[in-house]
């Protein structure tokens, strides 16, 4: 299910997702009438749009966090138009099975859109590069991440996105042992549990960025 106020991007998402072979259930313009519709057929994933009617403040992210507490099997990719770090936090605190935040942008990159997509569906995380870039710059460990080696850095900055170890060690061109070896320094010099899959490891990261 789509929930978008601006037709324009509602259809275009609508064609896009049908043209990869999802089946779009339902496409509403505001946060209520998604609630609604979720709550009569619930569907496999939705996609929020953060600001929608009839005050285009976060009536959206509302939306979102009461799914995910009343519908806890249906993944929810929410899209910003902007960088609200203070939405991600929330929307980390419901947990991080089956969650993304994602700026608007990166639906015109559609390649990493279905990506983000595919892994919120499959119970993954999906949080986009800008918002771990504005919180890892943001964040009050920073002498903590001074301690981090540059390709520490890029394997965090990458599990904070949601990817896998073996998608790192893809993106990075190196092997998935390797990417463990640092992803193991990278918990050990932020004074961060270790164990957990991959969900836990990306929650203990964005709650200690966002702290």
């Known amino acids: 299910m789509i929930a978008e106020d601006s037709a324009l991007l509602r259809e275009g998402l609508v064609r896009l997702?049908?043209?990869?072979?999802?089946?779009?259930?339902?496409?509403?313009?505001?946060?209520?009438?998604?609630?609604?519709?979720?709550?009569?057929?619930?569907?496999?994933?939705?996609?929020?749009?953060?600001?929608?009617?009839?005050t285009h403040t976060d009536e959206g992210l509302r939306a979102a966090l009461h799914l995910r507490a009343e519908h806890p099997g249906v993944g929810v990719l929410v899209l910003s138009q902007y960088?609200?770090?203070?939405?991600?936090?929330?929307?980390?605190?419901?947990?991080?099975?089956?969650?993304?935040?994602?700026?608007?942008?990166?639906?015109?990159?559609?390649?990493?859109?279905l990506a983000a997509l595919d892994r919120v569906h499959s119970g993954g995380t999906a949080f986009d590069p800008e918002v771990v870039r504005r919180l890892l710059a943001r964040t009050r460990h920073t002498d903590d991440l001074d301690r981090l080696t540059g390709r520490e850095r890029?394997?965090?900055?990458?599990?904070?996105?949601?990817?896998?170890?073996?998608?790192?060690?893809?993106?990075?061109?190196?092997?998935?042992?390797?990417?463990?070896?640092?992803?193991?320094?990278?918990?050990?010099?932020?004074?961060?549990?270790?164990?957990?899959?991959?969900?836990?490891r990306v929650l203990a990261v964005l709650r200690f960025l966002g702290s």
């Open 17 to 54: 997702l049908a043209d990869e072979g999802h089946e779009v259930t339902a496409a509403v313009g505001d946060a209520d009438a998604l609630l609604t519709a979720v709550a009569a057929a619930p569907p496999e994933v939705v996609v929020v749009d953060v600001r929608m009617p009839p």
């Open 83 to 113: 960088v609200e770090q203070r939405y991600a936090v929330e929307l980390l605190a419901s947990g991080t099975e089956g969650v993304g935040y994602l700026l608007k942008d990166r639906v015109g990159r559609v390649e990493e859109f």
């Open 154 to 200: 890029d394997v965090l900055s990458l599990m904070a996105q949601g990817h896998t170890n073996a998608a790192i060690a893809e993106r990075l061109v190196v092997s998935r042992s390797a990417v463990e070896k640092h992803a193991n320094a990278v918990f050990d010099k932020l004074r961060l549990p270790r164990d957990g899959g991959t969900n836990r």
